[in-house]
């Protein structure tokens, strides 16, 4: 695919061996280079410049000092790929202006030092949302959704939303995986006053397995949202964290497979193990790994979920807010990969051949009945979980939010599971 997963040295320490930065970019030995969006234990995931590009399993890679990734600002209310190059309304690709303006798809964090607290509410076209759960401008909020809803009823409630913006002053903006998923959000959108401030940025690729594209896509949106709120303007982010689940699940089963976890812990282990086992010890080794692993994932989260903010008046007054869409998993459902997994497991076990064929039969068949858009049958609960943490508040839909693809929307929203933190103007809660 488009994603390139490679292991560092422990003792690495100099570019040709130490673990990259997000946002770095890399020049694997074949000529092959890619953007550094993801880290866990001594091991790195890549999103290849040119998706085409072959990456040997056995090549050394050079960290690229100073080349970082670039998208060109399009106008507003234009739909483009994680470049900045245009799309036209026949989905020909423009070439890039000369003159465009370029900005970094990775930044450093703003620091609390240049914010201030949030006192602005941003409408969602929901009453209860906005009554009893309110959002601020500048804050980030995770929008849990129920199984069963489909990549089109994702989108038709961020079209609600959009909707709702009618009038103000908000450049909202949106990743999505495709070209042919940007054009099916820019339809239902349709021709209202808030699509003149719609930015859609998609993947260069038409395949749901694309992830480094997808995932470029979310940098691009949030890298262009941060340059609109650093010159003073407001700047809403609508996202879907699928993409990113994916490419993480990947990435942790790189880093188990390969034993770097091991390698990471080894000192850490090395203490436990010194504590008796009736004290605990192995109790103790089981919380530790737990501990560490959620710290990696909330640390891959926080660089895309932790850039929301309220600019002081100082820096400008601008604003970035985030709404973070993710369907839950559906446990009745196998996903994609485990069942892709399940069928190269069965092709490579000693059976008979007849048993062999009803098996993979079955599964062949699980995989044909997965919806389209069921790329990965959602998000399991410990992700959207450490999403929730990471966020300044978060929503929860009930179960019977989820209808049909051909019904209305059905906003439930579970007051007693919401969270709304970091809003302190004029709401309902502090009348």
Same mark, same amino acid.
């Given at each position: ?57 056995? #090549? ?26 245009? =799309? ?15 900005? =970094? ?12 607290? &949030? %006192?602005?509410?941003? %409408? ?6 906005? @009554? ?10 995770? &929008? ?24 103000? +002053? ?9 070209? #042919? #998923? ?17 930015? *859609? ?28 709120? +650093? ?10 964290? #699928?993409?990113? =689940? ?40 089981? *919380? @530790? ?15 895309? /979920? ?11 007054? !601008? ?31 000693? /059976? ?8 993979? +039969? ?7 009945? /997965? @919806?389209?858009? %069921?790329?990965?049958? !959602? ?9 929730? @943490? ?35 103007? &004029? ?5």
């Amino acid at each position: 695919g488009d994603l390139v997963m490679a292991t560092a040295s422990p003792r690495g320490a100099d570019n040709t061996s130490r673990l990259p930065a997000v946002g770095e970019t890399v020049e694997f030995s074949g000529g092959a280079v890619a953007y550094v969006v993801a880290l866990s234990d001594m091991c790195f995931a890549a999103a290849k410049c040119d998706p085409e590009a072959a990456v040997a399993a056995d #090549e050394s890679y050079t960290i690229l000092s100073g080349s970082r990734a670039t998208v060109a600002m399009p106008p507003a209310g234009s739909t483009i790929n994680w470049l900045g190059q245009r =799309y036209s309304e026949d989905a020909e690709m423009q070439p890039l202006a000369a003159d465009a303006t370029k900005v =970094y798809c990775f930044n450093e964090m703003m620091g609390i030092n240049k914010r201030q607290r &949030i %006192h602005r509410s941003l %409408h969602t076209g929901v009453m209860a949302i906005d @009554a009893f759960v309110p959002i601020g401008r500048g804050q980030s909020m995770a &929008i849990r959704l129920p199984p069963g809803i489909s990549e089109e009823q994702l989108r038709r409630y961020m079209t609600h939303v959009i909707r709702a913006q009618e009038g103000n +002053d908000l450049n909202i903006l949106s990743p999505t995986c495709s070209p #042919e #998923e940007a054009r099916m959000f820019r339809g239902l959108v349709g021709d209202i006053e808030p699509a003149s401030r719609l930015t *859609i940025v998609s993947g260069r690729d038409t395949t749901d397995n694309s992830l480094g594209e997808a995932v470029m896509a979310i940098n691009s949106a949030t890298g262009m949202a941060e340059r609109i709120r +650093d010159e003073g303007g407001d700047a809403l982010l609508l996202l879907d964290l #699928e993409p990113l =689940y994916r490419m993480w699940a990947v990435l942790e089963e790189v880093a188990a497979e390969q034993g770097m976890a091991e390698i990471a812990m080894q000192n850490q282990d090395a203490h436990i193990n010194a504590i008796p086992e009736k004290d605990g010890g192995a109790f103790w080794k089981y *919380i @530790a790994r737990s501990n560490a692993s959620t710290g990696r994932r909330r640390t891959f989260l926080g660089c895309f /979920l932790q850039r929301a903010a309220q600019l002081s008046p100082e820096r400008g007054g !601008g604003s970035l807010s985030m709404l973070c869409f993710v369907r839950q998993q559906d446990d009745s459902q196998t996903s994609r990969r485990d069942l892709e997994a399940k069928l190269n497991n069965l092709k490579q076990m000693k /059976l008979d051949d007849a048993m062999r064929k009803r098996a993979i +039969d079955k599964v062949e068949a699980q995989l044909a009945e /997965l @919806a389209d858009d %069921h790329r990965s049958a !959602g998000v399991p609960d410990d992700f959207i979980e450490e999403s929730k @943490a990471t966020t300044d508040g978060h929503l929860q839909f009930v179960d019977e939010a989820a209808t049909r693809a051909d019904k209305p929307l059905r906003w439930c929203i579970d007051m007693q599971e919401s969270v709304a933190r970091g809003i302190t103007s &004029i709401t309902v809660q502090n009348q």
